[in-house]
């Protein structure tokens, strides 16, 4: 008889954790959110390429390996001089200097 209860009560606490993780739902990194994907291109507030400026420095918020652009022939591009990185923003391509971030090149991505 105990151990009839004692299998009962086992049975009901596992139904119960489980249906506290169904409730949960998937972990916020589990996929169809933000990080999701093949590729690395994060998109940040919009700023169009008709607002980028050829000398402007790009905002600390692009600085990050996540908009920088290995696969350039991919896309299209001429291979970044010495000292320069193709950068992905919001479907634009800039060709910044990693000395001072400065902008050389602008490539609107929706021509």
Same mark, same amino acid.
């Given at each position: 008889?105990?151990?009839?209860?004692?299998?009962q009560?086992?049975?009901?606490?596992?139904? /119960?954790?489980?249906?506290?993780?169904?409730?949960?739902?998937?972990?916020?990194?589990?996929?169809?959110?933000?990080?999701?994907?093949?590729?690395?291109?994060?998109?940040?507030?919009?700023?169009?390429h008709?607002?980028?400026?050829? /000398?402007?420095?790009?905002?600390?918020?692009?600085r990050?390996h996540?908009?920088?652009?290995?696969?350039?022939? /991919?896309? /299209?591009?001429?291979?970044?001089?010495?000292?320069?990185?193709?950068?992905?923003?919001?479907?634009d391509?800039?060709?910044?200097?990693?000395?001072?971030?400065?902008?050389?090149?602008?490539?609107?991505?929706?021509?």
């Amino acid at each position: 008889m105990n151990k009839r209860i004692v299998a009962q009560l086992v049975a009901f606490s596992f139904s /119960g954790v489980s249906l506290i993780a169904i409730a949960a739902g998937p972990p916020p990194d589990a996929g169809g959110g933000p990080m999701a994907g093949p590729g690395r291109q994060q998109v940040m507030p919009s700023i169009p390429h008709r607002d980028w400026h050829n /000398g402007q420095r790009v905002p600390n918020e692009y600085r990050n390996h996540n908009f920088m652009l290995d696969d350039w022939r /991919g896309h /299209g591009l001429k291979a970044p001089p010495r000292g320069h990185r193709w950068l992905g923003i919001n479907g634009d391509y800039v060709l910044v200097s990693t000395n001072n971030w400065a902008i050389s090149t602008i490539v609107s991505g929706t021509q």
